[in-house]
């Protein structure tokens, strides 16, 4: 029997349902779906379950005719078919609410280039305007009328499908858990830093589309490798021009929230913005382990590297517990210094202290330096990030609060994680 999870991949033209079928699969509403074609542009994996069944289900870009996508459309075909050729079983989506359109025959001829097992599904079953009888002309077997929306027919098609996979020597896997132990790490940024093209560098192949066009990228995306989890996020703007980008921006929190480790994606080119502030801020909003990746490097001479390194630093002062690198996500520079950094964070972001060592360092501190009140209790209660809680007579001001971070990372550095501190007032 096979001991890893199928991979079971979605395609179909635009707005015919496949981000609903996703979200159904997945258990939890991941992929933007809105009545607009081509929202999903790249292809998103995650695990997704069918009773005691888990599998790798990957969401693909929907395809529009090649007039209305203009320079995507060969981007998003190539995305589908790095796709289709990992897959152990494709589902064919399609829409009953109309006649097979002539991008269904296109994508159906592609599909019958590969040698993969395909089970053509007709969405919408549940509209009133429902036909699927000529989807027969695609030239499949079989054709599952479904209802993604309602999951109506998805009993059927999953049956085969899962009688097809146990035929190929797979078994249930429940509730699969792959990325147990893995950093889960968020790479954030403005719109056109360079974003996932740094995730396609780091990952070793174009999983996310690559465009210079602001923007391409809509949803989040998760990537496993052997030693991390990569999500790409929609570029953080300051303004929303429609509901579309505000439901990116509430992906891109949601896959922050989820995320351990942030990488901060900068323009070193360009001189920074509010908005790249923004973003470096955001780590310790949400007290995220953080490191600060200056991309497009290579557009700067080494002769004033030293000047453009010192230029940032002094504008994200407020962030220098992270560590700040030059990186390219073109040429490669400096990627694997980006990923050792990251494992040196994510390794201070879980790091809990010895009773002892706590005590010693910050009894040394506050002989330099008489707390403002008395304390009853210090210990560290939590980790990712480093949590320590001080049980006091009147609450630290903020200023000593900062001066016991201060001891504590001249210690033990805690590099590129934020320290939490948590006061708690006992009256006596």
């Known amino acids: 029997m096979k001991k890893r999870l199928p991979r079971i991949v979605i395609v179909g033209r635009a707005n015919v349902g496949k981000s609903t079928l ?42 529009l005719d090649k007039k209305e996508m203009e ?83 998805l009993n059927e098609l999953f049956e085969d499908i899962i009688s097809y996979l146990e035929g190929e020597g797979f078994e249930p896997l429940k509730r699969y858990k792959k990325f147990k132990d893995k950093p889960r790490v968020g790479i954030i940024g403005k719109v056109n830093v360079g974003k996932s093209s740094l995730l396609n560098a780091l990952v070793g192949e174009e999983v996310a589309i690559v465009s210079d066009i602001p923007g391409t990228t809509r949803d989040s995306i998760d990537i496993e490798t052997k030693e ?21 921006y509430v992906r891109t929190s949601r896959s922050i929230h989820y995320s351990e480790v942030l990488i901060a994606v900068l323009d070193c080119s ?33 002769r004033n590297r030293g000047k453009v390194f010192e230029y940032f630093k002094k504008e994200l002062k407020f962030a220098d517990f992270a560590p700040m690198l030059f990186i390219s996500a073109k040429t490669g520079e400096n990627l694997e210094l980006l990923k050792e950094t990251i494992k040196s964070v994510y390794k201070q972001y879980n790091r809990q202290l010895r009773k002892d060592e706590l005590l010693d360092t910050l009894e040394e501190a ?30 630290f001001k903020s200023r000593y609060v900062k001066y016991i971070e201060s001891a504590l990372r001249k210690k033990f550095g805690f590099l590129g994680t934020p320290i939490k501190i948590i006061m708690e007032t006992k009256y006596s």
């Open 228 to 248: 991390f989890i990569f999500i790409d996020t929609a570029g953080i703007k300051r303004k929303f021009e429609n509901d579309i980008e505000y439901y990116s």
């Open 71 to 153: 320079v995507l459309y060969d981007k998003v075909l190539d995305s589908i078919k790095k796709a289709i050729e990992k897959a152990d079983v494709i589902i064919f989506l399609t829409d009953g609410t109309t006649d097979p359109l002539p991008l269904d025959y296109e994508i159906a001829k592609i599909l019958r280039t590969y040698n993969k097992k395909v089970f053509l599904a007709v969405n919408k079953c549940d509209r009133k305007d429902f036909s699927y009888s000529q989807y027969y002309e695609l030239g499949f077997d079989k054709v599952y009328p479904i209802s993604a929306e309602h999951k109506i027919g």
């Open 22 to 63: 996703f979200n159904k699969l997945i258990e939890k509403p991941f992929s933007i779906v809105k009545d607009e074609p081509a929202i999903t542009r790249d292809r998103i994996t995650k695990i997704g379950y069918w009773l005691d069944w888990s599998f790798y289900l990957t969401d693909t870009g929907g395809l």
């Open 270 to 302: 360009q001189p920074i913005t509010r908005i790249d502030k923004k973003v470096v801020g955001i780590a310790q909003k949400e007290y995220k382990a953080l490191v600060i990746a200056l991309n497009k490097c290579d557009l700067i001479s080494k």
């Open 366 to 395: 506050f002989e330099l330096n008489k707390p403002p009140s008395r304390i009853y209790e210090i210990k560290q209660v939590g980790h990712k990030p480093p949590t320590f809680k001080f049980v006091v007579e009147r609450e």
